[in-house]
């Protein structure tokens, strides 16, 4: 393995077997619900990889899933999973179809049981730095960084896409490590004075070989969230010479991809937990 390449799926199967190892000890079993709606193929393959992983764990896990829906009767479904005292962990899976607002449904969801993240609630409580169920990727890229031993203070460090879900989260998880951050969005004019002066560039847009070589600062850190899928095969959004450049880089796939699932099951854990401390 070439020794700049962080390599997400050794660290995401470590974290993994200390998970199944917690979560063997306890008295109860914890329950993963993912809530679908429709026939997105994609998300078809999404959810049986969260089965998957769920199970190998050693979680229960239950695919609610319609064929069709409306707000209401979804906005009571969900409400009845969060009565549940046997449900622990509910997803809901995205994208939603049109009739449906995401806004709503996601906000559904009882923040204690959010392991996706994505509630207003916990992302209020990520921006103040309170202790909360983060969104995954974002966790899974902090994990990434801490298990590499990546100094992050006073670090310029660039992110590329801002999403809720990746790069907004993100910016606060860093600033609050105190890292000096900058977020560029599709309105950036001049992407490369930004990026070949990061110390760690982070980028989660969508677009292969967004970022090439002669944009990247030389020994720098590169974070690649993208995931983009051409011809059957995965790429990311940096393009994969730009590690000559770097001091360590994720590949993709086996960078990020794998430590977004496993800190989905992280967070079932730690919703557990959570609702533990609210019964004392
Ligand atoms: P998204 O919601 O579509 O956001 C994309 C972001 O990229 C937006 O902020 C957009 O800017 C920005 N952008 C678009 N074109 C740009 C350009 N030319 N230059 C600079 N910024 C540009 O996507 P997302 O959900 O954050 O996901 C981003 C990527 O990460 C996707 O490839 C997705 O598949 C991948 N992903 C991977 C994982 C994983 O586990 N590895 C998890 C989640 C997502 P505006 O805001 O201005 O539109």
């Not at 100094?151 to 609050?176: A, M, N, T």
């Not at 004019?189 to 600062?217: C, F, P, Q, R």
């Not at 770097?246 to 496993?262: D, E, F, N, Q, R």
């Amino acid at each position: 393995m070439n020794e700049k390449i962080i390599d997400g799926k050794k660290v995401s199967l470590e974290s993994k077997e200390l998970l199944k190892k917690k979560v063997a000890k306890l008295k109860e079993k914890l329950k993963l619900v993912v809530v679908s709606v429709g026939d997105n193929p994609a998300s078809k393959v999404y959810v049986k990889q969260k089965e998957k992983m769920a199970l190998e764990v050693g979680y229960d896990f239950w695919n609610l899933h319609f064929d069709t829906i409306t707000n209401k009767e979804l906005v009571k479904e969900i409400e009845k999973l969060n009565q549940d005292t046997k449900v622990t962990g509910i997803i809901v899976q995205l994208p939603l179809p049109d009739n449906l607002d995401k806004n709503l449904i996601l906000n559904t969801v009882s923040p204690l049981k959010d392991v996706d993240g994505l509630t207003n609630i916990n992302l209020l409580k990520l921006v103040k730095n309170e202790d909360s169920l983060l969104p995954c990727t974002p966790h899974g890229v902090m994990k990434l960084l801490e298990y590499y031993k990546v100094d992050l203070i006073g670090k310029r460090i660039v992110i590329v896409g801002r999403s809720e879900l990746v790069g907004l989260s993100l910016f606060h998880l860093l600033l609050h490590k105190n890292a000096t951050v900058t977020l560029c969005h599709s309105k950036t004019k001049d992407l490369k004075s930004y990026t070949s002066e990061a110390d760690i560039l982070i980028v989660a847009v969508g677009k292969k070989d967004l970022i090439t070589k002669d944009m990247v600062k030389k020994d720098s850190i590169i974070i690649d969230v993208g995931i983009n899928r051409v011809d059957g095969k995965l790429y990311g959004d940096v393009a994969s010479d730009a590690i000559e450049s770097a001091s360590l880089m994720t590949p993709v796939p086996g960078g990020v991809g794998p430590m977004t699932v496993i800190s989905l099951m992280e967070n079932v854990y730690k919703a557990w937990e959570l609702q533990n401390d609210q019964k004392d």
